[in-house]
Protein backbone atom coordinates (compact mmCIF):
# COMPACT_ATOMS: atom_id res chain seq x y z
CA UNK A 1 0.00 0.00 0.00
CA UNK A 2 1.50 3.69 -1.07
CA UNK A 3 0.96 6.16 2.03
CA UNK A 4 1.61 9.60 1.46
CA UNK A 5 5.02 11.24 2.51
CA UNK A 6 4.71 13.70 5.64
CA UNK A 7 4.91 17.05 5.07
CA UNK A 8 7.01 19.65 6.45
CA UNK A 9 7.11 20.24 10.51
CA UNK A 10 6.72 23.28 11.70
CA UNK A 11 8.50 24.40 14.86
CA UNK A 12 8.07 28.04 16.88
CA UNK A 13 10.44 29.51 19.43
CA UNK A 14 9.87 32.36 21.95
CA UNK A 15 11.07 35.44 21.03
CA UNK A 16 13.96 37.15 22.43
CA UNK A 17 13.72 38.27 26.62
CA UNK A 18 12.48 41.92 26.68
CA UNK A 19 13.24 43.46 29.85
CA UNK A 20 10.24 44.52 32.05
CA UNK A 21 11.96 48.37 32.73
CA UNK A 22 11.78 48.90 28.84
CA UNK A 23 9.04 51.66 29.06
CA UNK A 24 10.89 53.44 31.83
CA UNK A 25 14.09 53.88 29.35
CA UNK A 26 11.99 55.34 26.83
CA UNK A 27 10.31 57.79 29.32
CA UNK A 28 13.36 59.21 30.03
CA UNK A 29 14.37 59.74 26.18
CA UNK A 30 10.96 61.38 25.64
CA UNK A 31 9.85 62.77 28.49
CA UNK A 32 6.87 64.85 28.27
CA UNK A 33 7.50 66.11 24.34
CA UNK A 34 5.90 69.29 23.58
CA UNK A 35 3.25 69.96 20.55
CA UNK A 36 3.24 73.60 20.35
CA UNK A 37 0.09 73.87 22.46
CA UNK A 38 0.45 71.35 24.98
CA UNK A 39 2.88 69.15 27.03
CA UNK A 40 1.75 65.16 26.17
CA UNK A 41 1.54 62.98 29.30
CA UNK A 42 4.98 60.25 29.07
CA UNK A 43 2.69 57.65 30.13
CA UNK A 44 -0.95 57.92 28.46
CA UNK A 45 -4.21 57.95 30.39
CA UNK A 46 -5.99 56.15 27.85
CA UNK A 47 -3.84 52.79 29.01
CA UNK A 48 -3.95 53.96 32.05
CA UNK A 49 -7.36 54.34 32.20
CA UNK A 50 -7.73 50.38 30.53
CA UNK A 51 -5.64 48.91 33.53
CA UNK A 52 -8.23 50.03 35.91
CA UNK A 53 -10.39 47.19 34.67
CA UNK A 54 -7.88 44.24 34.19
CA UNK A 55 -8.14 43.18 37.84
CA UNK A 56 -10.09 43.27 40.38
CA UNK A 57 -6.95 43.69 43.11
CA UNK A 58 -5.99 46.74 41.42
CA UNK A 59 -9.47 48.38 40.76
CA UNK A 60 -10.67 47.33 44.10
CA UNK A 61 -8.21 49.05 46.57
CA UNK A 62 -8.52 52.58 44.22
CA UNK A 63 -12.59 52.67 45.04
CA UNK A 64 -11.94 51.98 47.99
CA UNK A 65 -9.64 54.92 48.67
CA UNK A 66 -11.71 56.53 47.12
CA UNK A 67 -14.55 55.56 49.30
CA UNK A 68 -12.86 56.28 52.41
CA UNK A 69 -11.57 59.69 51.75
CA UNK A 70 -14.75 61.03 50.42
CA UNK A 71 -17.07 59.68 53.46
CA UNK A 72 -14.31 62.03 55.37
CA UNK A 73 -14.96 65.40 53.20
CA UNK A 74 -17.29 67.85 54.72
CA UNK A 75 -19.44 69.38 51.95
CA UNK A 76 -19.04 73.14 50.53
CA UNK A 77 -21.24 75.29 48.26
CA UNK A 78 -19.10 75.45 45.67
CA UNK A 79 -18.00 72.00 45.16
CA UNK A 80 -20.25 69.24 44.83
CA UNK A 81 -19.88 65.35 46.87
CA UNK A 82 -20.02 64.22 42.69
CA UNK A 83 -17.21 66.69 41.58
CA UNK A 84 -15.22 65.72 44.67
CA UNK A 85 -15.68 62.03 44.30
CA UNK A 86 -14.71 62.17 40.45
CA UNK A 87 -11.92 64.28 41.66
CA UNK A 88 -10.53 61.81 44.67
CA UNK A 89 -10.75 59.26 41.96
CA UNK A 90 -8.60 60.79 38.99
CA UNK A 91 -5.86 61.79 41.54
CA UNK A 92 -5.57 58.10 42.61
CA UNK A 93 -5.82 56.38 39.26
CA UNK A 94 -3.34 59.06 36.66
CA UNK A 95 -1.62 60.84 39.63
CA UNK A 96 -2.70 64.12 38.44
CA UNK A 97 -6.38 65.79 39.20
CA UNK A 98 -7.79 68.90 37.31
CA UNK A 99 -10.29 70.95 39.38
CA UNK A 100 -12.06 74.08 36.80
CA UNK A 101 -13.36 77.43 38.98
CA UNK A 102 -15.98 79.28 37.19
CA UNK A 103 -16.15 83.06 38.17
CA UNK A 104 -18.56 85.79 38.06
CA UNK A 105 -18.02 89.27 36.64
CA UNK A 106 -16.41 90.41 39.38
CA UNK A 107 -13.72 87.66 39.32
CA UNK A 108 -15.32 85.67 42.25
CA UNK A 109 -15.62 82.06 42.30
CA UNK A 110 -19.19 80.74 42.13
CA UNK A 111 -18.63 76.76 41.37
CA UNK A 112 -15.89 74.26 41.08
CA UNK A 113 -15.98 71.89 38.65
CA UNK A 114 -14.37 68.84 38.22
CA UNK A 115 -12.09 68.60 34.32
CA UNK A 116 -11.51 64.67 33.41
CA UNK A 117 -7.62 63.93 33.98
CA UNK A 118 -8.01 61.36 31.27
CA UNK A 119 -8.63 63.93 28.61
CA UNK A 120 -6.97 67.65 30.53
CA UNK A 121 -3.40 68.68 29.52
CA UNK A 122 -0.85 71.26 30.60
CA UNK A 123 -0.85 73.97 28.33
CA UNK A 124 2.96 75.51 27.27
CA UNK A 125 1.94 78.48 28.87
CA UNK A 126 1.84 77.42 32.68
CA UNK A 127 -1.07 78.91 33.41
CA UNK A 128 -3.23 77.18 29.91
CA UNK A 129 -4.81 73.95 30.35
CA UNK A 130 -6.28 71.99 27.19
CA UNK A 131 -9.19 69.60 26.84
CA UNK A 132 -8.45 67.52 24.42
CA UNK A 133 -10.39 64.74 22.67
CA UNK A 134 -10.32 62.35 19.66
CA UNK A 135 -14.28 63.47 19.19
CA UNK A 136 -14.48 66.94 19.76
CA UNK A 137 -12.15 70.04 19.09
CA UNK A 138 -9.88 70.67 21.49
CA UNK A 139 -10.89 73.27 23.85
CA UNK A 140 -9.11 75.56 25.80
CA UNK A 141 -9.60 76.75 29.30
CA UNK A 142 -9.69 80.09 30.95
CA UNK A 143 -5.69 80.72 31.67
CA UNK A 144 -5.65 80.74 35.56
CA UNK A 145 -8.67 78.75 35.94
CA UNK A 146 -7.46 75.27 36.64
CA UNK A 147 -5.88 73.95 39.33
CA UNK A 148 -3.44 70.66 38.78
CA UNK A 149 -2.56 68.55 41.50
CA UNK A 150 0.08 66.18 41.01
CA UNK A 151 2.06 63.10 42.27
CA UNK A 152 5.37 64.26 42.11
CA UNK A 153 7.03 62.12 39.45
CA UNK A 154 11.18 61.56 39.42
CA UNK A 155 11.17 61.91 35.51
CA UNK A 156 10.12 65.59 35.03
CA UNK A 157 8.03 67.97 37.03
CA UNK A 158 4.97 68.40 34.14
CA UNK A 159 2.71 65.52 35.32
CA UNK A 160 2.25 63.21 38.23
CA UNK A 161 2.55 59.34 37.95
CA UNK A 162 -0.03 57.45 39.80
CA UNK A 163 2.08 55.15 42.76
CA UNK A 164 1.21 51.77 41.50
CA UNK A 165 3.09 51.73 37.78
CA UNK A 166 5.63 48.86 39.36
CA UNK A 167 2.58 46.67 39.15
CA UNK A 168 1.11 47.20 36.04
CA UNK A 169 3.07 44.06 34.78
CA UNK A 170 1.30 42.31 37.59
CA UNK A 171 -2.00 43.84 36.79
CA UNK A 172 -1.88 43.18 32.79
CA UNK A 173 -0.48 38.81 34.12
CA UNK A 174 -3.30 38.98 36.38
CA UNK A 175 -6.40 40.03 33.73
CA UNK A 176 -4.53 38.01 30.90
CA UNK A 177 -4.71 34.67 33.40
CA UNK A 178 -8.21 35.25 34.07
CA UNK A 179 -9.43 36.18 30.26
CA UNK A 180 -7.46 32.52 28.95
CA UNK A 181 -8.96 30.62 31.75
CA UNK A 182 -12.41 31.90 30.86
CA UNK A 183 -11.14 31.37 26.74
CA UNK A 184 -10.65 27.66 28.51
CA UNK A 185 -14.00 26.90 29.09
CA UNK A 186 -15.58 28.87 26.68
CA UNK A 187 -14.43 26.91 24.41
CA UNK A 188 -17.16 23.86 25.23
CA UNK A 189 -15.29 20.87 25.04
CA UNK A 190 -12.09 21.82 26.02
CA UNK A 191 -10.34 20.18 23.07
CA UNK A 192 -7.04 20.54 22.79
CA UNK A 193 -5.12 17.41 21.85
CA UNK A 194 -2.30 15.91 20.05
CA UNK A 195 -4.48 12.35 17.79
CA UNK A 196 -1.13 10.46 17.26
CA UNK A 197 -2.24 7.98 14.38
CA UNK A 198 0.48 5.49 13.18
CA UNK A 199 -1.35 2.52 11.64
CA UNK A 200 -2.00 2.69 8.00
CA UNK A 201 -5.32 3.54 7.19
CA UNK A 202 -6.38 2.26 3.43
CA UNK A 203 -9.20 4.46 3.25
CA UNK A 204 -8.06 8.03 3.33
CA UNK A 205 -11.53 9.50 3.40
CA UNK A 206 -11.44 8.03 6.99
CA UNK A 207 -8.65 10.15 7.71
CA UNK A 208 -10.44 13.04 6.69
CA UNK A 209 -13.49 12.33 8.55
CA UNK A 210 -11.16 12.25 11.95
CA UNK A 211 -9.83 15.71 10.98
CA UNK A 212 -12.48 17.47 10.49
CA UNK A 213 -14.23 15.58 13.90
CA UNK A 214 -11.66 16.58 15.36
CA UNK A 215 -11.97 20.60 14.14
CA UNK A 216 -15.54 20.51 15.37
CA UNK A 217 -14.45 19.53 18.31
CA UNK A 218 -13.34 23.16 19.34
CA UNK A 219 -15.83 25.13 20.04
CA UNK A 220 -14.97 28.67 19.25
CA UNK A 221 -11.24 27.45 18.61
CA UNK A 222 -9.89 28.53 22.24
CA UNK A 223 -7.54 25.34 21.77
CA UNK A 224 -6.59 24.22 18.28
CA UNK A 225 -5.79 20.50 18.20
CA UNK A 226 -2.94 18.99 16.24
CA UNK A 227 -3.02 15.69 14.08
CA UNK A 228 0.04 13.93 12.95
CA UNK A 229 -0.32 10.92 10.61
CA UNK A 230 2.31 8.54 10.39
CA UNK A 231 1.40 5.44 8.38
CA UNK A 232 3.97 3.35 9.89
CA UNK A 233 2.23 0.13 11.91
CA UNK A 234 4.25 1.09 15.20
CA UNK A 235 2.95 0.54 18.52
CA UNK A 236 -0.11 2.04 20.14
CA UNK A 237 -1.07 3.06 16.53
CA UNK A 238 -3.83 5.89 17.76
CA UNK A 239 -2.64 8.00 20.61
CA UNK A 240 -4.50 10.66 22.29
CA UNK A 241 -2.21 13.21 23.93
CA UNK A 242 -3.63 16.07 26.01
CA UNK A 243 -1.47 19.01 26.44
CA UNK A 244 -4.02 21.85 26.53
CA UNK A 245 -5.38 20.63 30.57
CA UNK A 246 -1.59 19.89 31.61
CA UNK A 247 -0.45 23.56 30.82
CA UNK A 248 -4.00 24.94 31.79
CA UNK A 249 -5.16 23.81 35.21
CA UNK A 250 -1.60 23.81 37.28
CA UNK A 251 -0.55 27.60 37.23
CA UNK A 252 -3.50 29.40 36.87
CA UNK A 253 -4.06 29.99 40.89
CA UNK A 254 -0.17 30.48 41.31
CA UNK A 255 -0.19 33.04 38.78
CA UNK A 256 -3.52 35.29 40.24
CA UNK A 257 -1.79 34.38 43.88
CA UNK A 258 1.45 36.08 42.79
CA UNK A 259 0.18 38.92 41.27
CA UNK A 260 -2.71 39.57 43.47
CA UNK A 261 0.47 40.06 46.57
CA UNK A 262 2.19 42.48 44.07
CA UNK A 263 -1.21 44.32 43.75
CA UNK A 264 -1.78 44.79 47.85
CA UNK A 265 1.70 46.08 48.13
CA UNK A 266 1.97 48.67 45.90
CA UNK A 267 -1.86 49.86 47.11
CA UNK A 268 -0.81 49.09 50.87
CA UNK A 269 -4.60 48.31 51.57
CA UNK A 270 -5.08 45.89 53.94
CA UNK A 271 -6.50 42.74 52.45
CA UNK A 272 -9.15 42.17 54.99
CA UNK A 273 -10.64 45.51 54.16
CA UNK A 274 -10.80 44.55 50.59
CA UNK A 275 -12.43 41.36 51.13
CA UNK A 276 -9.63 38.56 50.86
CA UNK A 277 -10.12 35.00 52.25
CA UNK A 278 -6.65 34.50 54.58
CA UNK A 279 -5.20 31.80 53.36
CA UNK A 280 -4.17 30.01 56.98
CA UNK A 281 -6.31 29.64 60.07
CA UNK A 282 -5.19 32.77 62.21
CA UNK A 283 -6.53 35.28 59.12
CA UNK A 284 -5.50 38.80 59.38
CA UNK A 285 -5.82 40.02 62.59
CA UNK A 286 -7.70 42.55 64.36
CA UNK A 287 -9.67 44.69 61.69
CA UNK A 288 -10.25 47.59 63.28
CA UNK A 289 -6.69 48.48 64.20
CA UNK A 290 -5.68 48.08 60.50
CA UNK A 291 -8.31 50.27 59.27
CA UNK A 292 -7.11 53.39 61.80
CA UNK A 293 -3.73 52.24 61.01
CA UNK A 294 -4.42 52.45 57.53
CA UNK A 295 -6.34 55.84 57.52
CA UNK A 296 -2.94 57.30 59.59
CA UNK A 297 -0.76 56.29 57.13
CA UNK A 298 -2.47 55.82 53.46
CA UNK A 299 -5.14 58.30 53.78
CA UNK A 300 -4.03 61.66 55.60
CA UNK A 301 -1.18 62.27 52.98
CA UNK A 302 -3.58 62.34 50.41
CA UNK A 303 -6.20 64.43 52.14
CA UNK A 304 -3.28 66.79 52.90
CA UNK A 305 -2.18 66.60 49.52
CA UNK A 306 -5.41 67.49 48.04
CA UNK A 307 -6.18 70.97 50.38
CA UNK A 308 -3.26 72.20 47.65
CA UNK A 309 -6.36 73.77 45.85
CA UNK A 310 -7.44 76.01 49.19
CA UNK A 311 -3.53 77.23 49.02
CA UNK A 312 -4.50 77.68 45.06
CA UNK A 313 -7.78 79.22 45.21
CA UNK A 314 -7.55 81.08 48.23
CA UNK A 315 -10.73 79.59 50.07
CA UNK A 316 -11.24 76.46 52.59
CA UNK A 317 -12.93 74.45 50.35
CA UNK A 318 -11.34 70.52 51.03
CA UNK A 319 -12.09 70.29 54.64
CA UNK A 320 -12.47 66.62 55.89
CA UNK A 321 -13.67 65.11 59.45
CA UNK A 322 -11.47 62.66 61.10
CA UNK A 323 -11.82 59.15 60.30
CA UNK A 324 -13.42 57.16 62.56
CA UNK A 325 -15.36 53.71 62.66
CA UNK A 326 -19.09 53.44 63.54
CA UNK A 327 -19.83 52.13 66.37
CA UNK A 328 -22.78 49.64 67.06
CA UNK A 329 -25.72 51.17 68.61
CA UNK A 330 -26.46 49.18 71.99
Known amino acids: ?6 ESVETFSFDSPVSVNRMSDLNDCFECSNNGRWYEPPISPYSLAKMLDSAAYHSSPLFFKRNVILSCYIPHPLL ?11 YLIFGNNYMEVRRNRLGDPIELKHSLAKYTRRGVDPDQYWFVTHHVQDFPFEPGNICQIKNPSIHQEIYGTPEYIASLHSVSLNGEATIFR ?4 INGSHAGVIVYLTDPVANN ?6 KRSLKDARG ?12 GGKKDGLQILPFSQIAAKDEFTGIKDATRDDMLAIHRVPPQLMGVMPGNVGGFGDVEKAAQVFAVNELLPIQETLKELNDWLGI ?15
Open 316 to 330: EVIRFKEYSLTKPTA
Open 1 to 6: MKTEPL
Open 220 to 231: NGAFKNLFVYAA
Open 182 to 185: RNYY
Open 80 to 90: SRQDMSAWILD
Open 205 to 210: ADVEKL
